[in-house]
């Protein structure tokens, strides 16, 4: 067994599949740097990131793979599961290794594998485009933190871009600390100090900001909880299939759930 160290990244893992094919090493093991186990006779490679070798293995999978296998892998590799990693890595093999399509072979494990990393990535995709919320701030910036379970601010930013294109807007995901700061033109990869804003992160809260707002964020956010207090039956609650359907790790993004 052969065991990769690598960083982590998208050209990180294709250099893993490039090297694979360079040293004819197929039975390769992924690790990541900062935890990389291996066993005591096993052989120990550090992969480095070349550019120029990443764009070769990409620009080979755009010539077999189609349009939806390749969305596949961008989306499994969002995952940021070092198990989805090594699928992708012996799905490159497997999909260099056959003359014809392999994309619906879902015999071959790291196939169903990446199919389903895909799912779950999506799902987490579409919730966080109805789950969140922003808070308008006295500079006129709509300001919302996130924490997404798997690294989907790449996926939902068109979505974002389209329905708020008059409103200057900032995503910030607090475990990656990254977000995505719009100003109306253009989108911007940004960084900060999320515990600057948020007061409450370390108790698993979000949205309780310490900056500024908008002197009517605080009245549309008590109307809103008042309406949706008033629509509200308890007699027919049912909290079983309500968390079914919305699961708690999302409340913290929806104010009728911070009362």
């Known amino acids: 067994m052969v065991y990769y160290y690598f960083d982590g990244s998208m ?3 294709l250099n893993c ?3 694979a094919f360079q040293f004819r090493e197929f039975q390769v093991k992924l690790c990541l740097f900062k935890n990389a186990q291996h066993g005591l006779f096993s052989s120990i490679v550090e992969i480095p990131n070349h550019e120029q070798y990443a764009q070769r293995v990409w620009s080979a999978l755009q010539r077999k793979l189609s349009k939806p296998a390749l969305r596949q892998f961008y989306f499994a590799y969002l995952s940021e599961s070092l198990e989805a990693h090594q699928h992708l890595l012996n799905y490159c093999i497997y ?4 003359q014809g399509s392999v994309e619906t072979d879902y015999s071959h494990p790291s196939v169903l594998a990446i199919s389903q990393w895909t799912k779950k990535v999506g799902r987490e995709k579409h919730r966080m485009e109805a789950f969140i919320r922003f808070k308008k ?3 006129g910036l709509f300001l919302s933190l996130v924490r997404p379970d798997f690294n989907v601010l790449p996926l939902i930013q068109p979505h974002f871009r389209r329905r708020y294109q ?3 807007w900032l995503i910030y995901d607090e475990q990656r600390k990254f977000g995505l700061y719009y100003d109306l033109h253009e989108i911007h990869e940004v960084s900060l100090q999320a ?3 948020d007061r409450n992160l370390e108790n698993g809260f979000s949205q309780s900001f310490q900056l500024q707002l908008d002197e009517q964020e605080v009245l549309y956010d008590q109307l809103w909880k008042d309406y949706f207090n008033s629509i509200n039956i308890k007699e027919r609650q049912n909290i079983r299939l309500h968390v079914q359907y919305l699961p708690k790790r999302y409340w913290r993004y929806l104010n009728e759930k911070l009362i």
């Not at 999909?95 to 056959?98: A, E, H, P």
């Open 11 to 13: 050209v990180g893992l």
């Open 17 to 19: 599949v490039f090297r």
């Open 95 to 98: 999909v260099f290794s056959q």
């Open 137 to 139: 701030t006295t500079d």
């Open 166 to 168: 008059d409103q200057r």
């Open 195 to 197: 515990d600057e804003i």
